[in-house]
């Protein structure tokens, strides 16, 4: 065997075992998001359907569905959100566990006349179909999750138009790079590599991450705000206990910051990577693992928001904003 086609042979192993290392955490974390969506979705069908039932709903429920009873449009919306989120997840999954299958068979199993670099092309041919549904698929869920963050910013800023068509503009703008993102890495997969496109692609790759970041910072920090607006309005009257609505502002807040830490990881790597590629290197180890662990969390976040709302003790509390309705959530000055 010459020296050139043992160096091909390694560099092939080398990015299948990454390929595969990366693909055993993605499903890792998918066993996880099945089991937390399994959930959520068993909360919020209950909420809407048995909220009136005494023998079917359980009692940590019931106190916290009462409350949504003229929510259901709200709750219907969500758990379309959240099933449109589980079908992206599974595709990408799906999509990527083919990959690899595609990637050991026709690279490795089926042997060509042209030797390993006519295997190679082939099995790059092979994958192209399923490269292309895991990118959509993945855009989609990273959309989903921005879609999630900027609706609780505005449900809390219903009344401020110019927050509102602020979060709107900035929504938009995150689906168009998102979909440019995604269109552009379509055509590097049917180009095989072509380098316009692939410039094309690493700068999109950088900027959508980014954008995402900032979708859910802006996000976030409305959240904060009103939740330190409300925190003021109320201390007076219930010193040192945490009301209920506190409880659900600050866990969108600090779910929101969770995944910026995550998303700000992500991005950082990517640029790095963007900037000194190496098809081989811890680096691009890491750009994929956190790649998978940014994807999944995402579409993590909105579902661990609703497990944690519906199923914790705030409601227990003695205090209630529907208790005192001149405490209501002031939505701020009305530029309309």
């Given at each position: 065997?010459?020296?050139?086609?043992s160096?091909?042979i390694?560099?092939?192993?080398?990015?299948?075992?990454?390929n595969?290392?990366?693909?055993?955490?993605?499903?890792g974390?998918?066993?996880?998001?099945?089991?937390?969506?399994?959930?959520?979705?068993?909360i919020?069908i209950?909420?809407?359907?048995?909220?009136?039932?005494?023998?079917?709903?359980?009692?940590?429920?019931?106190?916290?569905?009462r409350?949504?009873?003229n929510?259901?449009?709200a709750?219907?919306s969500?758990i379309?959100?959240?099933?449109?989120?589980?079908?992206?997840?599974?595709l990408?999954t799906?999509?990527?566990?083919?990959?690899?299958?595609?990637?050991?068979k026709?690279?490795?199993?089926?042997?060509?006349?042209?030797?390993?670099?006519?295997q190679?092309?082939?099995?790059?041919?092979?994958i192209?179909v399923?490269?292309?549904l895991?990118?959509?698929?993945?855009?989609?869920?990273?959309l989903?999750?921005?879609?999630?963050?900027?609706?609780?910013?505005?449900?809390?800023?219903?009344?401020?138009?110019?927050?509102?068509?602020?979060l709107l503009?900035?929504?938009?703008?995150?689906?168009?790079?998102?979909?440019?993102d995604?269109?552009?890495?379509?055509?590097?997969?049917?180009?095989?590599?072509?380098?316009?496109?692939?410039?094309?692609?690493a700068?999109?790759?950088?900027?959508?991450?980014?954008?995402?970041?900032?979708?859910?910072?802006?996000?976030?920090?409305?959240?904060?705000?009103?939740?330190?607006?409300?925190?003021?309005?109320?201390?007076?009257?219930?010193?040192?206990?945490k009301?209920?609505?506190?409880?659900?502002?600050?866990l969108?807040v600090?779910?929101?910051?969770?995944?910026g830490?995550?998303?700000?990881s992500?991005?950082?790597?990517?640029?790095v990577?963007t900037?000194h590629?190496?098809?081989?290197?811890?680096?691009?180890?890491?750009?994929?693992?956190?790649?998978?662990?940014?994807?999944?969390s995402?579409?993590?976040?909105p579902i661990?928001?609703?497990?944690?709302?519906?199923?914790?003790?705030?409601?227990?509390?003695?205090f209630?904003?529907?208790?005192?309705?001149s405490?209501?959530?002031?939505?701020?000055?009305?530029?309309?």
């Amino acid at each position: 065997m010459a020296p050139e086609e043992s160096e091909q042979i390694a560099l092939a192993g080398t990015v299948i075992f990454q390929n595969i290392s990366s693909m055993i955490f993605g499903i890792g974390l998918f066993g996880f998001y099945i089991l937390a969506f399994i959930i959520s979705m068993y909360i919020m069908i209950l909420c809407i359907y048995w909220q009136y039932s005494i023998t079917l709903t359980p009692t940590y429920l019931k106190p916290h569905c009462r409350q949504k009873e003229n929510n259901r449009r709200a709750h219907k919306s969500m758990i379309a959100l959240l099933l449109t989120g589980f079908a992206m997840t599974v595709l990408v999954t799906c999509a990527e566990i083919a990959s690899n299958l595609l990637l050991v068979k026709f690279g490795f199993v089926v042997a060509l006349p042209g030797g390993l670099m006519a295997q190679e092309l082939a099995s790059s041919l092979k994958i192209v179909v399923t490269n292309i549904l895991a990118n959509w698929s993945g855009s989609f869920m990273l959309l989903i999750a921005d879609t999630a963050i900027v609706w609780r910013a505005w449900a809390l800023w219903a009344g401020n138009r110019l927050i509102t068509w602020t979060l709107l503009i900035i929504l938009l703008a995150d689906i168009g790079v998102n979909i440019a993102d995604a269109i552009v890495d379509t055509k590097v997969d049917i180009n095989l590599g072509n380098i316009s496109t692939n410039t094309a692609s690493a700068t999109l790759d950088s900027l959508t991450p980014a954008l995402n970041l900032s979708v859910n910072i802006v996000a976030t920090l409305l959240i904060a705000r009103r939740a330190w607006t409300y925190h003021q309005s109320t201390r007076a009257i219930v010193r040192n206990k945490k009301t209920q609505v506190q409880a659900i502002l600050l866990l969108m807040v600090e779910s929101g910051a969770i995944l910026g830490m995550i998303q700000l990881s992500s991005t950082i790597v990517q640029v790095v990577d963007t900037r000194h590629p190496v098809l081989v290197s811890p680096l691009e180890d890491a750009k994929y693992f956190f790649g998978r662990f940014y994807i999944y969390s995402a579409v993590l976040n909105p579902i661990a928001l609703v497990i944690l709302v519906q199923t914790g003790t705030t409601y227990e509390q003695s205090f209630h904003l529907e208790d005192v309705p001149s405490l209501e959530i002031d939505s701020g000055p009305n530029f309309s």
